[in-house]
């Protein structure tokens, strides 16, 4: 990785069976790849999954097979400058074990950048990230304005796992703009500045 260069981590929201997220978990990370200035590292739920028991407020997990789940995503989203939320839409929300994942990281998130790629029906999903916005509010996040949206998910791909509307690497390409500018200042400032919550 370039010295300059950010590390984005991107979180596949969903670990349905038959889910579409890895078509669409696999389209941004090639948008990422496109840029000399980011560097991608995938978060996939089903790959590694994390407890659903949390210990006392404030205390550590308990199990070694906790602490073990935890190592294997808990230093690569520390290590993020930014990230990229990839999610479907389940009941005007987002996917459960999404929010588990959220929830068992706190300074992880801190005055860091998230962008969002959804996907749906006749949503693309949109409601899903508006819920997230509130949810990392709380987590000391900055949600990006730009987000990327797919409607009728299934039919917006090609065979090769090719967005069939051009729009959509526009979009994209708006929202890891966005990213990298906020991604470089909040660094900056963090790196002049440490952030207290």
Avoid: C
């Amino acid at each position: 990785m370039k010295d300059n260069q950010l590390k984005i981590a991107v979180i596949l929201g969903s670990t349905r069976d038959g889910r579409f997220g890895p078509a669409v978990g696999t389209w941004i990370l090639d948008q990422v790849a496109q840029r000399g200035d980011m560097e991608a590292d995938l978060i996939d739920l089903v790959e590694t999954p994390l407890p659903t028991v949390f210990p006392v407020l404030g205390q550590p997990p308990a199990s070694h097979e906790a602490r073990d789940l935890l190592a294997a995503v808990s230093p690569r989203m520390a290590a993020a400058d930014a990230f990229v939320i990839v999610t479907p839409e389940y009941n005007h929300s987002f996917p459960a074990i999404l929010k588990n994942a959220i929830d068992w990281h706190t300074t992880e998130w801190h005055a860091k950048p998230v962008g969002f790629v959804s996907y749906g029906a006749f949503s693309a999903g949109l409601r899903a990230v508006e819920q997230l916005r509130l949810v990392l509010a709380e987590l000391h996040a900055v949600t990006i304005r730009d987000s990327v949206g797919f409607q009728r998910v299934w039919e917006q791909f090609d065979g090769h796992g090719k967005a069939v509307d051009p729009a959509a690497g526009a979009a994209a390409k708006v929202m890891l703009d966005r990213l990298a500018w906020w991604a470089h200042a909040l660094r900056d400032a963090k790196a002049l500045r440490p952030y207290a919550a």
